[in-house]
């Protein structure tokens, strides 16, 4: 049977949270800007920039690419969610 790396996965959490908490404010404005504009192309390609730069300044090879992904999607969703809330 083969081991489970806890060590691994809790880095691969931490990442995927840190990711999303990026992604929060970014979703926030994103969900206030107008279709098609730059102000909403922005906010969409700066956190995957982010993410981009993250990864290689951690040495992460390609395996946490899908949960980095998975961060980036939840929060633009749940910083667009907030919006909602305060209004």
Same mark, same amino acid.
């Given at each position: 049977?083969? &081991?489970?790396?806890?060590?691994?996965? %809790?880095?691969?959490?931490?990442?995927?949270?840190?990711?999303?908490?990026?992604?929060?404010?970014?979703?926030?404005?994103? /969900?206030? /800007?107008?279709?098609? /504009?730059? &102000?909403?192309?922005?906010?969409?390609?700066?956190?995957?920039?982010? /993410?981009?730069? =993250?990864?290689?300044? =951690?040495?992460?090879?390609?395996?946490?690419?899908?949960?980095?992904?998975?961060?980036?999607?939840?929060?633009?969703?749940?910083?667009? &969610?907030? &919006?909602?809330?305060? %209004?």
């Amino acid at each position: 049977m083969g &081991k489970i790396n806890l060590n691994f996965y %809790t880095i691969v959490l931490g990442i995927t949270l840190l990711i999303m908490l990026i992604n929060l404010p970014f979703g926030y404005i994103r /969900s206030k /800007s107008t279709n098609l /504009s730059r &102000k909403k192309g922005r906010c969409i390609y700066i956190p995957i920039l982010i /993410s981009i730069a =993250l990864r290689k300044i =951690l040495f992460l090879n390609y395996n946490v690419i899908p949960f980095m992904v998975a961060g980036t999607i939840a929060g633009q969703f749940f910083g667009g &969610k907030i &919006k909602k809330i305060k %209004t």
